[in-house]
T-cell receptor, first 117, second 116 residues
């Protein structure tokens, strides 16, 4: 089974509007972290936001917020007031913390966001 | 520039040749990761170093691949006898943690390998 599922291959949003990018995850570990990264065409993965599994409140970072619904195993990214520079690939990733190990990230396949002027 | 640096940014090589990539992590970061990203996919974990010790390797890392991190600073990823299936973006990431899991990993801009 896929550990991270992003069901939207592509999304369009009008400039200045809000957009939600979906992410569901699958883990049996009680301790884990969820991440969103942005990848512009240049290739660099840019960290956006992090949510720990024990965090009581949804994470927010400027225009980014994470809608964390633990029971549904969903961690959707909300981008408010979209800008043209937000056009990029967006990846949801999970780190499972319970095993002693590398704390590697497992990524979804990504969503390509296009912001329309 | 205090970010993660990768060199080269692009590499075109003929099938069968050896290639080596370099990653310079953020200086105080003790953890270093290599990922591979093929077209239309998210990055996939290859290997992990804590300081100079290589502690984990993915099944994706065939015996043609070798990674080192001498002195716990920069890291190199070598691919021997390259195959067309090795064509991908190779991403390096680093993070800092003293115990347990840290927060975010910072990524470099990647090395795009094309095997012809």
């Amino acid at each position: 089974a896929q550990k991270i599922t992003q069901t939207q291959p592509g999304m369009f949003v009008q400039e200045k509007e809000a957009v939600t990018l979906d992410c569901t995850y699958d883990t049996s570990d009680p301790s884990y972290g969820l991440f969103w990264y942005k990848q512009p065409s240049s290739g660099e993965m840019i960290f956006l936001i992090y949510q720990g599994s024990y965090d009581q409140q949804n994470a927010t970072e400027g225009r980014y917020s994470l809608n964390f619904q633990k029971a549904r195993k969903s961690a959707n990214l909300v981008i408010s007031a979209s800008q043209l520079g937000d056009s990029a690939m967006y990846f949801c990733a999970m780190r499972e913390d319970s095993e002693a190990g590398s704390y590697q990230l497992t990524f979804g396949k990504g969503t390509k966001l296009s912001v329309i002027p | 520039d205090t970010g993660v640096s990768q060199d080269p940014r692009h590499k075109i090589t003929k099938r069968g040749q050896n290639v080596t990539f370099r990653c310079d992590p953020i200086s105080e970061h003790n953890r270093l990761y290599w990922y591979r990203q093929t077209l239309g996919q998210g990055p996939e974990f290859l290997t992990y170093f804590q300081n100079e010790a290589q502690l984990e390797k993915s099944r994706l890392l065939s015996d043609r691949f070798s990674a080192e991190r001498p002195k716990g600073s920069f890291s190199t990823l070598e691919i021997q006898r390259t195959e067309q299936g090795d064509s991908a973006m190779y991403l390096c990431a680093s993070s800092f943690s003293t115990t347990g899991a840290s927060a975010e990993a910072f990524f470099g801009q990647g090395t795009r390998l094309t095997v012809v």
